[in-house]
T-cell receptor
Framework: AQSVTQPDIHITVSEGASLELRCNYSYGATPYLFWYVQSPGQGLQLLLKYFSGDTLVQGIKGFEAEFKRSQSSFNLRKPSVHWSDAAEYFCAVGAYYDMRFGAGTRLTVKP | EAQVTQNPRYLITVTGKKLTVTCSQN?????MSWYRQDPGLGLRQIYYSMNVEVTDKGDVPEGYKVSRKEKRNFPLILESPSPNQTSLYFCASSPSRQGDVSGANVLTFGAGSRLTVL
């Protein structure tokens, strides 16, 4: 069965510092992979997705993620974090009708 | 604006009092689904619908009902709410091409409905 693990429940970074959020998945075939962001009081917004092709994908708000099949990982990165990036981030795997979400990583940004 | 609209956004109710959370999308999407979000558990699927009059259970369907009489609406019904249904609920939708088994589509989420059952 497919599943997603986000090892970090909570991460704190300073504004301007780089960010990497980890995501490991278990999936039987070539996975569809997603990162969503949830700002306080908001729904989930798609940051980026991987279906096939180039393993480094660019998303909105300056985020990128790299698919590494050998490590079953799809880590999210940003070179310089802004205070407005404080939110909860969810990694997800699977087709739209059978999508599995990780437990989420809450990002706090220090001034 | 393309969106998924949920109502109410916030609700406090008591055990056993039937309630309905509405969900409507204006994107002509075939697929709709309901999730609940609980701390440390991420999002778990409650029910989903591949098209009008077609619904199926997700991972945590107990205590919930749904219906899909129209393409745009997918209400979530709690016939007799209990405190363990206190949660944040999300409705989502996606296009679904007929015969497409790849599943390579993106979910659009509503803003969420925070439900408290006392």
């Amino acid at each position: 069965a497919q599943s997603v693990t986000q090892p970090d429940i909570h991460i704190t970074v300073s504004e301007g510092a780089s960010l990497e959020l980890r995501c490991n998945y278990s999936y039987g075939a070539t996975p569809y992979l997603f990162w969503y962001v949830q700002s306080p009081g908001q729904g989930l917004q798609l940051l980026l997705k991987y279906f096939s092709g180039d393993t480094l994908v660019q998303g909105i708000k300056g985020f990128e993620a790299e698919f590494k099949r050998s490590q079953s990982s799809f880590n999210l990165r940003k070179p310089s974090v802004h205070w407005s990036d404080a939110a909860e981030y969810f990694c997800a795997v699977g087709a739209y009708y059978d999508m599995r979400f990780g437990a989420g990583t809450r990002l706090t940004v220090k001034p | 604006e393309a969106q998924v609209t949920q109502n109410p956004r916030y609700l406090i109710t008591v055990t056993g009092k039937k309630l309905t959370v509405t969900c409507s999308q204006n994107m002509n999407h075939e697929y709709m689904s309901w999730y609940r979000q609980d701390p440390g558990l991420g999002l778990r699927q409650i029910y989903y619908s591949m098209n009008v009059e077609v619904t199926d259970k997700g991972d945590v369907p107990e205590g919930y009902k749904v219906s899909r009489k129209e393409k745009r609406n997918f209400p979530l019904i709690l016939e007799s709410p209990s405190p363990n249904q206190t949660s944040l609920y999300f409705c989502a939708s996606s296009p679904s091409r007929q015969g497409d088994v790849s599943g390579a589509n993106v979910l659009t989420f509503g803003a969420g409905s925070r439900l408290t059952v006392l």
